[in-house]
């Protein structure tokens, strides 16, 4: 049996390896910075609005704090692997149109070292590039209109491995590395209609850096209830991006070629709290907060042209009876909302976001196993009808496998 666990393992891994440069989206806000930047979130925080600093289980992988991965059981194995399909309506000046993407999101395994060492690992994704669309203008004093092309595709991922520790049965510290990786391709093409020559401009970046990462959760039992308290903490780091670029005409001439130059690009420091309240084994309420200094950071060489971003998350979960007789009294329904800024600006405007989630968590009959499906429905952009808006609807499940693994039958 352990043979064959491990083989699925290995399995999935190889899988997941495979898709990680197929994430999906159809956002034109992706070609800005080092694209959408995403949830560090599996399935439960999918569906409480992403929130999960706080939050600890013996059930389910918590990548958003490494101290809670101590909090599995000892004799368990947890593994999560999950996917995403993300519909976008696109909308500007009257005219809209829409797009459908799906994606491999992540996998992590989870497990108990010692009493008080957990240990987790997997694989995340950091950003997402996905963008096809064209615009036309006008040359000023030339009485000329040209259009031009955008289309970008891939973003950057992360491997992950960390380890958490119980100071004692209130206190739990945890710290993380992540490997950092991954490829964005960007393709602008010029056109003139009056038959002159344009340009295609095609760049590639590639990035390669170590993330550290340090939490902490503060657990304060209060009678069958408890209120937990959580932080987390990665500083700047330089991604290693480095460049190759082409610039030639449309009639194929070239002009300019450069390949594997170096360019200073940094993923901003991040800060995040959270709190969370259980009320016995019925109820979960969450909620986090979370900053990055992207003003101080440089992309591409250039400082200053990016903006601080922040993001409020927050999310419930109710379990009418955990161990109870029917089905639907032993589901988990969850509930969540969260509210932020991106690190771009469209004429001299912040984007926002924001984001309604539910979902819910299907137990499996015999062991501790969920199957896990969560819904985003939200917006990102301008009011404005002027200006671009996106509508969104993001679909995701996920599988939380929980086993035991280091339990050793006498029969077979």
Request: proline share 3%; net charge positive; charged share 15%.
């Amino acid at each position: 049996m352990q043979i064959k666990k491990t083989i699925f393992i290995a399995g999935l891994l190889g899988l997941a390896t495979s898709l990680t440069a197929q994430n999906g989206t159809s956002s034109p806000y992706s070609r800005f910075g080092l694209g959408l930047m995403q949830n560090q979130s599996f399935g439960r925080a999918d569906a409480m609005g992403g929130s999960g600093i706080a939050l600890r289980s013996g059930q389910m992988l918590n990548v958003a704090n490494p101290a809670s991965f101590n909090a599995v059981d000892s004799l368990s194995m947890i593994f999560e692997f999950g996917a995403s399909g993300k519909f976008t309506r696109l909308s500007e000046s009257g005219q809209s149109a829409n797009f459908g993407a799906g994606n491999f999101d992540y996998l992590g395994m989870n497990f108990r070292i010692t009493p008080r060492l957990g240990a987790a690992f997997g694989l995340v994704p950091v950003s997402v590039v996905g963008y096809d669309y064209n615009k036309n203008f006008d040359l000023p004093g030339a009485g000329n209109t040209y259009n031009v092309k955008y289309n970008g595709q891939g973003g950057l991922n992360q491997t992950f491995g960390g380890l958490s520790y119980a100071i004692n049965k209130h206190l739990s510290v945890g710290a993380s590395v992540s490997y950092v990786f991954g490829n964005i391709n960007q393709q602008m093409n010029e056109t003139f209609y009056d038959g002159t020559n344009g340009l295609i401009v095609k760049t590639d970046y590639s990035a390669s850096a170590f993330l550290p990462q340090i939490g902490v959760q503060y657990k304060y039992p209060m009678g069958k209830n408890q209120i937990s308290f959580g932080a987390t903490y990665q500083p700047k780091v330089n991604l290693g991006f480095k460049v190759d670029s082409t610039v030639y005409t449309t009639d194929n001439t070239s002009l300019k070629s450069v390949s594997s130059v170096p360019v200073l690009t940094e993923l901003a420091g991040q800060y995040a709290l959270g709190v969370a309240y259980q009320y016995g084994d019925k109820l979960i309420a969450a909620l986090d907060f979370s900053a990055q200094n992207w003003d101080k950071t440089k992309f591409l060489g250039v400082g200053d042209s990016l903006m601080s971003t922040y993001k409020v998350k927050a999310g419930i979960e109710y379990t009418p009876s955990q161990y109870g007789r029917y089905f639907v009294s032993r589901v988990h329904y969850r509930l969540g909302g969260n509210y932020g800024t991106s690190n771009f600006s469209i004429a001299g405007k912040q984007i926002k976001n924001y984001g309604i989630t539910f979902g819910v968590g299907l137990p499996m009959r015999y062991n501790k196993t969920l199957f896990n499906i969560a819904v985003e429905t939200g917006k990102m952009g301008f009011d404005s009808g002027e200006m671009l808006k996106e509508n969104y609807t993001r679909i995701s499940i996920n599988l939380a496998i929980n086993e035991f693994w280091f339990f050793k039958r006498k029969f077979e």
